[in-house]
């Protein structure tokens, strides 16, 4: 049942059987070596999008920074006139 399922040893040569496993491990190697690459991929995106979100807490902690100053400045002003 497992040989018809997967499609192995169909043929009753030992080296047809070799064969058909060679293949499938080269199909196999193809798929590991292709999910190695896109998880790269991804962790290199993960990297630029997180260093996307730093920059812009920097610069969104900047504009509050800016903001608190207005505002003392704003109450001081009103307190000297």
Not at 3 to 20: A, H
Not at 45 to 62: G, K
């Amino acid at each position: 049942m497992f040989d018809k399922k997967w499609g192995l040893f169909t043929d009753n040569s030992l080296d047809d059987r070799i064969v058909k496993l060679e293949k499938k491990v080269k199909e196999l190697q193809e798929k590991y070596n292709g999910a190695l690459w896109d998880i790269k991929r991804l962790e290199e995106e993960n990297i630029e999008t997180t260093n996307v979100l730093y920059e812009l807490e920097t610069s969104i902690n900047a504009i509050y920074a800016r903001i608190d100053i207005l505002n003392i400045e704003k109450i001081e002003d009103k307190e000297n006139e």
